[in-house]
């Protein structure tokens, strides 16, 4: 799997990112490339990734892609994204995402995720979403 793509595939972690939904279920991440996203997500390697933890890793992993540095991500420098794909998270249509688009498509598998409803996530919660994806 390509790394633009774990950005959007629920995978390197649904933390971030790791997969944007069923559409990309063909592509779902291994479960040790969960393990490896969710514990770099885990910044105080408690366990569990809080919302804060989410959301610092998903910004992390975007500016590690906003190649020209302009706080969008264009298709340009997803270049294993598919239209489709870019354009489910590009919710304006200008062509561009910005960190608040990609947080905003992705925040939801973070609840989605937090079965417990205890406000973190789990490594086990974790995977029991991308199994059920």
């Known amino acids: 799997m390509g790394h633009t793509r774990k950005l959007f595939c629920a995978a390197a972690m649904t933390l971030a990112i790791v997969h944007g939904g069923a559409a990309l279920a063909a592509d779902k991440p291994t479960e040790a490339e969960l393990r490896a996203a969710f514990d770099q997500a885990d910044v105080n390697s408690d366990g569990h990734v809080d919302v804060d933890e989410f959301v610092g890793y998903f910004v992390s992993l975007f500016g590690n892609f906003d190649a020209n540095g302009d706080g969008f991500l264009t298709p340009d420098e997803l270049e294993d994204v598919t ?17 608040g688009e990609g947080i905003g498509a992705r925040i ?15 490594f086990e919660e974790l995977l029991a979403y991308e199994n059920s994806q």
């Open 108 to 122: 939801v598998i973070f609840f989605d995720s937090d079965t417990d409803r205890n406000g973190v996530m789990t």
């Open 83 to 99: 239209p489709e794909e870019f354009n489910e998270v590009d919710r304006n249509g200008d062509g561009k995402i910005s960190l």
